[in-house]
Each structure stands twice: as structure tokens, then as C-alpha cells.
């Protein structure tokens, strides 16, 4: 039984067929894949290069862009800049236009030669605000939480079709019995949550 070939995000033939047998003792055949191995890392280690190069041009780009947006932006009668915009430059969003402006300015003060992306040129210069640190998933078994909405939502929805075509004056005291019980929960809940 031969193992299947392992398949490549890019179509990168560095790999050889393979080659991997049993012995006659039952043991595996030893192969030397390090000219692939190495050629792969190679492959990686370029493709790395290019995109932080390609991320620092982005950076670069809208950079100018920003200066050049501030620059026209000036030159324009007030309150005609996002008309000028959607005209002008209609694949160019105001808000991307003003993140671009914005990060021109705090450029001139900020080292952006670290940032690998826009968005970290945005974080860097305060663009954009830094996300705070996400809560832990599990809640805390001491505090109320409220996760049934959802729940008391389609309830409503229910009650309220039920309703619609026989109002609760007519129901059956055994159906109202039944659903007072069902709701005897919720009462208290509702009691407790007043107090």
C-alpha cells in the first residue's frame, strides 16, 4: 500500500514521488528529502520577503495618497469634499480616505518602519483604536447573566399567535392551569429581579 502524495497549497513540484518501502525485514527504507526540504524553505522564505515588502509598499502608498487626499481636500470649497470624492476618486471610500489622511499626518511622527500591514501602520499611528483584550468565554458562575432572550423572544412570538386566534379568556382552565405552572419560573424570576 503506497501512501498518497502530500498536497501543496501552491503548485510547488519540489517534492520527489514517494519512495518509502518496506524492507524484507518489515523496517522503512531511509530517503534524503533535504534538497526538497531546503528548496521549500527557500520558497517560503521569498514568498515571506515579498509579501513584508509588498506590505511596507501598501504602507508607503497610502501614505502618499493621505498627503495627496489632504492636499485636495484643502483646495476644495468647504463642504464639497465628499462629493469631490465620490466623483473624483469613486473606488476611494471617505472613511478609507480619512484613515489614509489621518495616518499621512501621524506619520510624520511615527516610526512606521516596523509595521508589517496597513493595519498595523493604523494601530501604530492611532488610526485605528487598539482592540481591548478579549473576556475569557466562560462567564463567571457568580455574576447574572441574561442568555435566554432568544428563548423568552420566540416564547412571545408563541404566545402571541396563540393569542391572536383564541384569546386566553377562552382557553380551558386545564390549558391555563398548565401553562400558569409553566410560568411559575418566570414569575419568580421576575419578583426577584424587581427586588
Known amino acids: 500500500m503506497t501512501k498518497p502524495k502530500p498536497k501543496l497549497v501552491a503548485p510547488l513540484e519540489v517534492l520527489p ?98 509595521a508589517a500591514s496597513l493595519r498595523q501602520a493604523y494601530l501604530a499611528t492611532g488610526v485605528l483604536p487598539e482592540e481591548p483584550p478579549r473576556d475569557n468565554d466562560t462567564p463567571d458562575a457568580n455574576a447574572p447573566v441574561v442568555t435566554f432572550t432568544r428563548g423568552l423572544d420566540q416564547f412571545r412570538r408563541w404566545f402571541h399567535r396563540r393569542t391572536e386566534d383564541k384569546p386566553l379568556a377562552k382557553w380551558t382552565p386545564e390549558a391555563r392551569r398548565l401553562l400558569r405552572n409553566e410560568l411559575a419560573w418566570f414569575k419568580k424570576l421576575h419578583d426577584d429581579l424587581a427586588a
Open 17 to 114: 514521488p514517494d519512495t518509502t518501502a518496506p524492507d524484507t525485514q518489515g523496517a522503512m527504507l531511509s530517503i534524503d528529502l533535504s534538497a526538497s526540504i531546503n528548496a521549500a524553505f527557500a520558497t517560503a522564505r521569498t514568498a515571506a520577503d515579498s509579501a513584508t515588502n509588498e506590505a511596507r509598499s501598501a504602507i508607503t502608498a497610502a501614505v502618499q495618497c493621505g498627503d495627496l487626499l489632504t492636499r485636495q481636500k484643502a483646495s476644495v470649497p468647504h463642504g464639497t469634499w465628499l462629493d469631490w470624492l465620490a466623483t473624483h476618486c469613486p473606488d476611494i471610500s471617505a472613511e478609507t480616505a480619512r484613515r489614509y489622511m489621518r495616518l499621512s499626518k501621524r506619520s510624520q511622527v511615527t516610526d512606521l518602519t516596523d
